[in-house]
């Protein structure tokens, strides 16, 4: 199974900016679909971003299409997720998870390696 580690997260103001990291281990990254997923306080976890093996679709949740950018770097087994005009909402631990197959996916069940999270909070 595969090992993800997360950095990024942070304290930002509204309308900042932020990138998230998550290396992995463990298995053949380009055999891997890779996903960002999202706890708020006192919610589910919920989907916020995908990308394919190749690196070449996306998929995003409505809340944060045109803000948020995944993408992958299959030389260095490394995901990222930009996230731009942060807003208080988006204040919540952001998971990465890796589903192993090619075939993409954006539901959690699907997902089977997760990071242990990283906290990002929006402040007005």
């Known amino acids: 199974q595969a090992q993800l580690v997360e950095s990024g997260g942070g304290l930002v103001q509204s309308g900042g900016s932020l990138t998230l990291s998550c290396a992995f281990s463990g298995g053949t990254f380009t055999d891997y679909t890779l996903g960002w997923f999202r706890q708020a306080p006192g919610k589910g976890r919920d989907y916020v971003a995908v990308?394919?093996?190749?690196?070449?679709?996306?998929y995003y949740t409505d809340a944060v299409r045109g803000r948020f950018t995944i993408s992958r770097n299959n030389a260095k087994n490394t995901v990222y997720l930009l996230m731009t005009s942060l807003k208080p909402e988006d204040t919540a631990v952001y998971y990465c998870?890796?589903?192993?197959?090619?075939?993409?996916?954006?539901?959690?069940?699907?997902?089977?390696?997760w990071g242990q999270g990283t906290q990002v909070t929006i402040f007005s």
């Open positions: 990308v394919d093996w190749s690196g070449r679709t996306q």
């Open positions: 998870a890796a589903r192993d197959s090619r075939n993409p996916s954006t539901l959690e069940p699907d997902f089977a390696s």
